[in-house]
């Protein structure tokens, strides 16, 4: 079973500045498989981004997504105050990552 | 719009079995896959199993194996979630969501179980 880490649990950010997320898998994993969800407090998580790279409809071009056989990496360019959240990876049809906290500094 | 709407959530003894359901609208029911993914109270997300559009292919993470099964309902555009022999760790909301080729595009608000005596 492929299992996934997420680092750093949690990012402390202040809004304008860069975040750089990270999804480490233990084997390699198929560019087409590796998803980011996002995840906002009492609601359901939103798909940001699939196929590692490919932005999902309506999401905002400071999220991108990079990577690929046992690296991946989530990055939204300059922060907006509707962006702090908990951020997951996923490889498709299994494992979700434990989770990033991005939170305002 | 595409929907997803769970229900069946509650509190239930430890042993105890609900069924979870989960309305589909607004899209081609029989040409997706559907998930079922849950969350417990203050952790991650897990994902919990799936079905193919067709309802032949299903898979479950290991900790569920044997006690809850997914199935479909093409005439009621719904999908199930059997869970029997329940335990306090599956206490979580459980959410609902479309496949749609290698992404979860949508999801359903999800629905509170409760394993407790």
């Known amino acids: 079973e492929i299992v996934l880490t997420q680092s750093p649990g949690t990012l402390s950010l202040s809004p304008g500045e860069r975040a750089t997320l990270s999804c480490r898998a233990s084997?390699?994993?198929?560019?087409?498989?590796l998803a980011w969800y996002q995840q906002k407090p009492g609601q359901a998580p939103r798909l940001l981004i699939y196929?590692?790279?490919t932005r999902a409809t309506g999401i905002p071009d400071r999220f991108s997504g990079s990577g690929s056989g046992t690296d991946f990496t989530l990055t939204i360019s300059r922060l907006e105050p509707e962006d702090f959240a908990v951020f997951y990876c996923?490889?498709?049809?299994?494992?979700f990552g434990g989770g990033t906290e991005v939170e305002i500094k | 719009e595409v929907q997803l709407v769970e229900s069946g959530g509650g509190l239930v003894q430890p042993g105890g079995s609900l069924r979870l359901s989960c309305a589909a609208s607004?899209?081609?029911?029989?040409?997706?896959?559907m998930t079922w993914v849950r969350q417990a109270p203050g952790k991650g997300l897990e994902w919990v199993a799936h079905?193919?559009?067709?309802?032949?292919?299903?898979d479950y993470v290991d900790s569920v194996k044997g006690r809850f099964t997914i199935s479909r309902d093409h005439a009621k555009n719904s999908v199930f979630l059997q869970m029997n022999t329940l335990r306090a760790e599956d206490t979580a909301v459980y959410y609902c969501a479309r496949d749609n080729t290698y992404q979860l595009d949508y999801w359903g608000q999800g629905t509170l179980v409760t394993v407790s005596s």
């Open positions: 084997q390699s994993v198929p560019s087409t498989d």
């Open positions: 607004g899209f081609t029911f029989g040409s997706h896959w």
């Open positions: 196929g590692a790279s």
């Open positions: 996923q490889r498709h049809g299994t494992t």
């Open positions: 079905i193919s559009q067709d309802g032949s292919g299903k």
